[in-house]
């Protein structure tokens, strides 16, 4: 199958399961629901849908909820989309958000480690000479005659 059209059935599959979600499913151990993304196999046979729960406590319920749900939102599913053959659903929980949070808390880290470097480098001063290229004394006198060090007048 054409993958371009296998992307635009995820999202229209996507965009049914959120509907459902919202206006249909009334489980009370549904949480607060995010269907972040949708994939399609290239036969259209199997839809993977990846979601997030705001509250990490409702996670185990929600994914009950969506189990227990899967038959009428794949009936929906099938009405909708017109398909001879409605794909199979599999809810996937997105890891989206412990990405988030473990990039947050290295950037913190990360942060605090500057200011750490920061602090440190603040009375520090450059080893070495506050003038790092050598010069004889003679060139030094020399060169303050014809104004701009190693160009001549002539």
């Known amino acids: 199958m054409d993958a371009a059209r296998a992307r635009k059935l995820a999202d229209r599959i ?3 399961v959120a509907e459902m979600l919202e ?15 949708t994939k399609l196999t290239n036969d259209l046979r199997d839809a993977t849908v990846y979601y997030t729960v705001f509250a990490d406590a409702e996670r185990a319920d929600t994914a009950a909820a969506l189990e227990s749900a899967k038959g009428v939102i794949r009936s929906e599913v099938g009405k909708q989309t017109g398909l001879r053959y409605t794909p199979t659903l599999t809810f996937v929980l997105d890891a989206v958000m412990d990405n988030v949070k473990q990039i947050d808390d290295l950037l913190a880290k990360a942060r605090a480690s500057d200011a750490l470097v920061a602090k440190a480098a603040e009375g520090a001063k450059h080893a070495g000479d506050p003038n790092p290229y050598r010069v004889d004394a003679e060139e030094v006198g020399e060169s303050d005659e014809g104004g701009e060090e190693g160009y001549s007048a002539t």
Do not use: A, S
């Not at 206006?23 to 993304?37: Q, S, W």
């Open 23 to 37: 206006r249909r499913i009334k489980d009370p151990r549904l949480g607060f629901v995010t269907v972040t993304d």
């Open 14 to 16: 996507q965009q049914i």
